[in-house]
């Protein structure tokens, strides 16, 4: 099993900054790859940044540029470094974690973005 635990959200005027953090316990060797998602009201979850075991990193089109991801092994903790925050990244983001035993969730931050 992998426990996800997700901070950092908050309440941000446009064109600020926030950073999310993600710290795993558990069985943190199984996973290969972390990741974000983010659910805004009314629609469905999408995906938003990943990181591999290797420190390769995708985004999606609509954060590239503006959101860096990365992760410190050490701690197990992956990061979401969110700038030039818009109404559109209104959120609950979440957390997710892929290993040799399945697909983990965190429980999610809220992340609101006042114009």
């Known amino acids: 099993q992998v426990q996800l635990v997700e901070s950092g959200g908050g309440l941000v005027q446009a064109g600020g900054s926030l950073r999310l953090s993600c710290a795993a316990s558990?069985?943190?060797?199984?996973?290969?790859?972390m990741g974000w998602y983010r659910q805004a009201p009314g629609k469905q979850r999408e995906w938003v940044a990943a990181i591999n075991n290797g420190g390769s990193t995708n985004y999606a089109d609509s954060v590239k540029g503006r959101f860096t991801i990365s992760r410190d092994n050490s701690k197990s903790t992956v990061y979401l470094q969110m700038n030039s925050l818009n109404s559109e990244d209104t959120a609950v983001y979440y957390c997710?974690?892929?290993?040799?035993?399945?697909?983990?969730w965190g429980q999610g931050t809220q992340v609101t973005v006042s114009s």
């Open positions: 558990g069985r943190t060797f199984s996973i290969n790859a």
């Open positions: 997710n974690a892929g290993s040799a035993f399945g697909e983990y």
